[in-house]
């Protein structure tokens, strides 16, 4: 399991003072003012939301520090982390996605795949990226219908395979 789970991802400046569009994938958006400083996947930087406020589809924020449009647009696409430790366990039901990269990918009749590589959401919902042994990697809707099945103890996802992907459309 990733010791360090993605809370937020900065976005392009709002305004002229510094300010940020910011996406969160909490639960509770503006969660994200209460887990202290947010760093890079890395480590190497750490970012303090001050304030927020909700927008159409995300935050508008203040980064302490950021103080003008040329400093916020240095932090643009930047994804935010916390430790898991500071997120609560999920329920038996329930995962995080951080907790599917990695896992084998296999069709409802049992067929291997490949791992899933990442979850993405550029806008429009989320995005299973799955990388097949050989060949380009497979994207699709992260959706009970497409993903019936998260199977985080047995290390596997199930994956419905639309049928033109599949080879059974007309």
């Known amino acids: ?58 935050l508008v924020a203040t980064i302490k520090g950021v103080t003008d449009r040329d400093a916020a647009e240095k932090l643009n696409r930047l994804e935010l982390y916390i430790a898991r430790d500071q997120l609560p366990e999920p329920d038996d039901d329930e995962y995080y996605h951080a907790d599917l990269i990695g896992l084998a990918a ?18 429009a919902g989320d995005i299973i990226e799955i990388a097949p042994p050989a060949g380009s990697t497979m994207l699709l809707p992260f959706s009970n219908a497409v993903v019936p099945t998260v199977d985080i103890k047995g290390g596997r996802v199930v994956i419905e395979l639309p049928a033109e992907i599949d080879g059974d459309a007309p």
Not at 106 to 123: M, S
């Open 106 to 123: 296999e069709t409802t009749a049992g067929e291997p795949l490949g791992r899933v590589l990442a979850i993405h959401n550029f806008g």
């Open 1 to 58: 399991m990733s010791e360090k789970i993605c809370v937020a991802r900065i976005g392009a400046p709002h305004g002229v003072r510094g300010e940020v569009r910011l996406w969160t994938f909490t639960e509770e958006p503006l969660a994200v003012l209460h887990y202290g400083p947010l760093t890079t996947k890395d480590g190497s930087r750490a970012f303090e939301v001050a304030k927020a406020r909700q927008a159409k589809d995300h």
